[in-house]
């Protein structure tokens, strides 16, 4: 993850930028610098006998991205595509072409890395199917104001499909 540094003299604190979505109601983010775009564009063309979690293909501007169902992917129940739905497309360093469907985008957030809490082996010990998921995405959680943030690492979605 990269990070700014603060411009003031003598801080030392790192800020990093995650652009979040919901996914079930829960607050999610990934590193804004791992994102090429945000499409309302979800319509997908399905790929037969691909794995429940390959949502399929879209077609944006000519290019073609393959499209996971995040919600899936993390052991979360599936949920029917509305006008509030959006695919987050990731940069071709994050994966060849390739971008996942969210229930809802929501605000770019920078944090301090002191707010981070790194607790992927923690969660990694739960017993619920979709926490143990979560925990094998996640890099960590986000314990903001009003709400904690699960903080997913978007190179690890594609090989998550492969396994």
């Given at each position: 993850m990269r990070s700014e540094r603060d411009g003031n003299p003598g801080q030392s604190a790192c800020r990093y930028q995650f652009s979040t979505f919901y996914l079930?109601?829960?607050?999610?983010?990934?590193n804004i610098l791992d994102v090429k775009e945000i499409t309302p564009q979800t319509t997908v063309t399905p790929i037969f006998h691909a794995r429940p979690e390959v949502k399929g293909y879209v077609n944006i501007r000519g290019q073609v991205h393959l499209v996971l169902n995040l919600r899936?992917?993390?052991?979360?129940?599936?949920?029917?595509?509305?006008?509030?739905?959006?695919i987050i497309l990731f940069?071709?360093?994050?994966?060849?072409?390739f971008g996942v469907l969210v229930d809802q985008v929501s605000d770019v957030?920078?944090?301090?890395?002191?707010?981070?809490?790194?607790?992927?082996q923690e969660l990694q010990e739960m017993s619920e199917q979709s926490e143990r998921r979560i925990a094998h995405l996640g890099k960590g959680v986000c314990k903001l104001d009003t709400d904690?943030?699960?903080?997913?690492?978007?190179?690890?979605?594609?090989k998550a499909v492969k396994v």
């Open positions: 079930a109601g829960r607050l999610f983010g990934v899936l992917l993390l052991g979360l129940d599936e949920r029917e595509v509305d006008p509030q739905s959006r940069k071709a360093e994050v994966g060849e072409d957030l920078a944090v301090e890395e002191d707010m981070i809490d790194e607790r992927r904690l943030m699960v903080i997913l690492e978007s190179r690890r979605f594609l």
